[in-house]
Nanobody, 120 residues
Framework: QVQLVESGGGLVQPGGSLLLSCTAS????????WGWYRQAPGKERELVGT???????NYAASVKGRFTISRDNAKNTEYLQMNSLKPEDTAVYYC??????????????WGQGTLVTVSS
């Protein structure tokens, strides 16, 4: 079975940086696209950004210019580089893989989430 394992969350001061990683485990042939989402306490889950198989990217307006999504197909890994962090970035961050080819086809798979806290 394919699973997404996230890492890199933690406590950081405003203006600081964090790098999140999401790795797909199992026998992976290909992953079509990746995404990052976040959910703050008491709020709905929202899109942070996506990256396609052609490395096209899109971002939420709230993070554009501060966050960068990347992918390493050989490692079956997606990254989220977060710079100039603000307290309002505090949330549980979730990765998502879309169109996963393994021993069978997965339309989408979600990671377990990693907590990012931005505070003084």
């Amino acid at each position: 079975q394919v699973q997404l394992v996230e890492s890199g969350g933690g406590l950081v001061q405003p203006g600081g940086s964090l790098l999140l990683s999401c790795t797909a485990s199992g026998s992976i042939v290909s992953i079509t696209s990746w995404g990052w989402y976040r959910q703050a306490p008491g709020k709905e889950r929202e899109l942070v950004g996506t990256i396609t198989s052609s490395y096209n990217r899109n971002y939420a307006a709230s993070v554009k210019g501060r966050f960068t999504i990347s992918r390493d197909n050989a490692k079956n890994t997606e990254y989220l580089q977060m710079n100039s962090l603000k307290p309002e970035d505090t949330a549980v961050y979730y990765c998502r893989a879309v169109g996963v080819r393994s021993t069978r086809w997965y339309d989408e798979i979600w990671g377990q989430g990693t907590l990012v806290t931005v505070s003084s």
